[in-house]
């Protein structure tokens, strides 16, 4: 059964982010509303508008990230709850994409998502 483990995850997410911030002994700086706390790159599975398996009334994406340095120190697959269904027009499952996460009282929320450009070659 995928949902069920990625739900644990996520909550495992949640623990640990409340972890490092109460380590940090303060609240960071909050950035603009529309400003990124962390980017990330990684790979789109799934995009999942509302109600979905993961959550019935907010857009889901599940990526595959590399490490977001300060954050997540390793690759893995969670799913994230988005800002706005209309950040899923631009990008499919598949894709590689660079994104924008905001620390918010209930979620850590992607607020921004744009393909990744191409690998140099
Ligand atoms: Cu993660």
């Known amino acids: 059964m995928y949902a ?7 909550v495992a997410v949640v623990g ?3 972890l490092v911030a109460g380590a940090a002994g303060a609240q960071p ?18 995009l999942l ?3 979905s398996e993961l959550h ?4 889901v994406i599940v990526l595959q990230h590399d490490p977001i340095p300060g954050l997540m120190e ?3 697959t969670m799913p994230f709850i988005a800002a706005s269904t209309a950040l899923f027009r631009d990008v499919r499952a598949g894709e590689r ?3 924008g996460l905001k620390e918010v009282p209930d979620a850590l ?10 690998a140099r070659r």
């Open 4 to 10: 069920p483990a990625v739900r644990f995850h996520a």
């Open 16 to 18: 640990l982010i409340a």
């Open 29 to 46: 700086a909050r950035a603009p509303a529309d400003k990124p706390d962390w980017r990330g790159t990684g790979v789109v599975l799934k």
């Open 49 to 51: 508008p509302p109600p």
């Open 56 to 59: 019935a009334t907010r857009p």
């Open 74 to 76: 390793e690759s893995m």
């Open 97 to 99: 994409v660079t994104f």
């Open 109 to 118: 929320l992607v607020i921004s998502i744009e393909k990744a450009a191409p």
